[in-house]
C-alpha cells in the first residue's frame, strides 16, 4: 500500500519570499508523483508530476518540485511567491499501473503582504 | 472541451433521504474516478470506471453508496439513507486511458446532511 505525508498543515509566508512544502511518501513498488492546488471552493488543478527521468521536475506558475528516491520526498518549491499563490496544495502518488491517486492530508499556503 | 463538470455544485438534504450527484467527464476521457474529500482531509479516492466497466472499488464505498456510468460517458453517484458523517465535497475526475496519469478535476458536489 502507498502512503503520503504532508509534514506542515500550514505555511505562512511573506510575498515575494521562497517557499518549501513538504511531501513524503511510502511505498514498495514504483509510483508516479504529483502535486494539486486547490483554490476555496474549488476541484483540483496539477501543478507538476514526476513520472520518470529528470528527478527536477517545472510545473505551472513558477513551481519546481525534486524527487528524492532515496530520501522518499517529492517537496514543492518555488523561489518567489505572490499572494495569488495563497491556496491548499496537495501531495499525491499513484501507482503506474492506475490511476486512482493517494493524497496528504494537504498544506494550507498563506501569502501575506 | 469545457472541462469535468459536476452538478449540483452544493446540495443540503435531510438525514434519511437518498442523494444522487452527476459527473460530466472530459469527452473521449474513458476513465472516470470519484473521490470524496472532507473537512482538512485530502481527497479518498471511492471508485473508479473505464468506459462503462467499474474496476474499482475503496471499502469506503459502503453499500449506501453506488456508482453507475451506463454509457461509457456521464456517471452518477447516489447515496442511499444519508448521515451526517457522509457530509463532504465529492470530487469526479477523468483521464484519458494512454495519459492516466494526468486526470482532470470537476470543481466538486458540496453536500450537506443536516
Known amino acids: 500500500a502507498q502512503s503520503v505525508t504532508q509534514l506542515d498543515s500550514q505555511v505562512p509566508v511573506f510575498e515575494e519570499a521562497p517557499v518549501e512544502l513538504r511531501c513524503n511518501y511510502s511505498s514498495s513498488v514504483s509510483v508516479y508523483l504529483f502535486w494539486y492546488v486547490q483554490y476555496p471552493n474549488q476541484g483540483l488543478q496539477l501543478l507538476l508530476k514526476y513520472l520518470s527521468g529528470s528527478t527536477l521536475v517545472k510545473g505551472i506558475n513558477g513551481f519546481e518540485a525534486e524527487f528524492n528516491k532515496s530520501q522518499t520526498s517529492f517537496h514543492l518549491r518555488k523561489p518567489s511567491v505572490h499572494i495569488s499563490d495563497t491556496a491548499e496544495y496537495f501531495c499525491a502518488v499513484c501507482r503506474p499501473s492506475q490511476g486512482n491517486l493517494i493524497f496528504g492530508k494537504g498544506t494550507k499556503l498563506s501569502v501575506k503582504p | 472541451d469545457t472541462g469535468v463538470s459536476q452538478d449540483p455544485r452544493h446540495k443540503i438534504t435531510k438525514r434519511g433521504q437518498n442523494v444522487t450527484f452527476r459527473c460530466d467527464p472530459i469527452s473521449e476521457h474513458n476513465r472516470l474516478y470519484w473521490y470524496r474529500q472532507t473537512l482538512g482531509q485530502g481527497p479518498e479516492f471511492l471508485t473508479y470506471?473505464?468506459?462503462?466497466?467499474?474496476?474499482?472499488k475503496s471499502r469506503l464505498l459502503s453499500d449506501r453508496f453506488s456508482a453507475e456510468r451506463p454509457k461509457g460517458s456521464f456517471s452518477t453517484l447516489e447515496i442511499q439513507r444519508t448521515e451526517q458523517g457522509d457530509s463532504a465535497m465529492y470530487l469526479c475526475a477523468s483521464s484519458h486511458r494512454d495519459r492516466a496519469s494526468e486526470a482532470f478535476f470537476g470543481q466538486g458536489t458540496r453536500l450537506t446532511v443536516v
Open positions: 470506471f473505464q468506459n462503462e466497466a467499474q474496476l474499482e
